[in-house]
């Protein structure tokens, strides 16, 4: 059965547009230039144009489950580098959101399918910081692994080549990191921003400081560049 209602409001929506905008189509057909690039959860409860306030032709996105940036996904690696070589967006947005399916099932240990091998990523970081979660309550929990999520997912961004090589060339690329609360509809910022990797070792500290996570010194990642010339 055709989406008849579907199509009627996408037609519908079109017509206000133009109403409202004259030439906003005509405009956006010769080429776009998003400021922002979201990587966000396939979720259909956190859209990034409607929850920013953006419109179409501001924001890249890219959407999985949970949220989740792997060096070996070439597809959010392919997506991240059109963003940030081509269109040269000012902003990376890593966002999750609170009540996250892929961050339960991955505390839940739960058995979906093929998908159980993408949500061991989410596993790890569970794992990592263990010792700070199993002290919680079960919402608690949820919620303190949804962020951590997305701390530790803005810092495989920082670590990947594209973001490496824009930042060795001095182009201006803001990675950030934040979570949004399907209860309630409002973005919370988690303190991650950065413009460097020199700039995430003074932040991610003090991020995982604020979901009840203290790390010895000892114990914090070592934010590497791979591709940091040879010392002399
Ligand atoms: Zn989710």
């Known amino acids: ?8 409001h996408n037609r519908d929506w079109a017509s206000q547009v ?4 004259p030439g906003f189509f005509t405009r956006l057909s010769h080429q776009q230039a998003p400021r922002y690039m979201w990587i966000g959860c ?8 409607q929850i920013t306030g953006l419109d179409p032709g501001e924001v890249f996105v890219h959407r999985n489950v949970a949220n989740v940036v792997v060096h070996s996904d070439l597809n959010a690696l392919s997506t991240l580098q059109y963003a940030v070589d081509m269109l040269r967006v000012q902003h ?4 999750g959101h609170y009540g996250c399916g892929g961050v339960q099932a991955a505390l839940d240990n739960a058995r979906i399918g093929l998908a159980d091998n993408w949500i061991r990523h989410i596993q790890d970081v569970r794992d990592k910081h ?8 079960t919402d608690a929990r949820l919620d303190r692994l949804c962020e951590l999520n997305v701390i530790e997912q803005v810092l495989h961004v920082a670590h990947s080549t594209v973001m490496q090589d824009a930042w060795r060339r001095g182009q201006a690329v803001m990675l950030h990191g934040w979570v949004y609360g399907v209860h309630d509809g409002l973005i919370k910022d988690l303190g991650v921003s950065c413009q460097s990797l020199a700039e995430l070792m003074q932040a991610y500290p003090a991020a995982i400081a604020a979901c009840g996570v203290a790390l010895p010194a000892s114990q914090l990642p070592v934010l590497s560049s791979n591709l940091a010339p040879p010392a002399p």
């Open 42 to 49: 396939s979720d259909s409860r956190v859209p990034a144009n």
């Open 92 to 95: 990376v947005i890593v966002c």
């Open 130 to 137: 263990w010792p700070h979660l199993s002290k919680l309550g």
């Open 1 to 8: 059965m055709p989406l008849r209602h579907l199509l009627q």
């Open 18 to 21: 133009e109403r409202e905008r």
